[in-house]
Nanobody
Framework: QVRLVESGGGLVQPGGSLRLSCAAS????????MGWYRQAPGKERELVAS?????????ADSDSVKGRFTISRNSAGDTLYLQMNSLKPEDTAVYFC???????????????WGQGTQVTVSS
């Protein structure tokens, strides 16, 4: 009923930049919070950043992303972005989009996940 599709991942050299996108579609009444998570090989999935409908942002406590990554949404609220600058090899992971959605067909809330997009930072 609801689909989240990420794009924008790829291979980039250390110090480079990438911009991830996540488009939501389907039976959507409204979208509340959206966020980016990542999962590196052998590690648990972790929050990178999140953003509310009102634009309030929250970044992972780790200093590893603050100041380098910026989360944003389009004005319609159905597309999520993650601008990643000064990328490091330790940023290598699969990045997943997550959204709290009020489903139009059932008028129930659901947390939906995208399929993920691979980001590889390597020289």
């Amino acid at each position: 009923q609801v689909r989240l599709v990420e794009s924008g991942g790829g291979l980039v050299q250390p110090g480079g930049s990438l911009r991830l996108s996540c488009a939501a579609s389907g039976s959507i009444w409204s979208i509340n919070s959206m966020g980016w998570y990542r999962q590196a090989p052998g590690k648990e999935r972790e929050l990178v950043a999140s953003i509310t409908t009102g634009g309030r942002t929250n970044y992972a406590d780790s200093d590893s992303v603050k100041g380098r990554f910026t989360i944003s949404r389009n004005s319609a609220g159905d597309t999520l972005y993650l601008q990643m600058n000064s990328l490091k090899p330790e940023d290598t992971a699969v990045y997943f989009c997550n959204a709290e959605i009020l489903i139009r067909a059932t008028m129930t809330h659901d947390w939906s996940w995208g399929q993920g997009t691979q980001v590889t930072v390597s020289s």
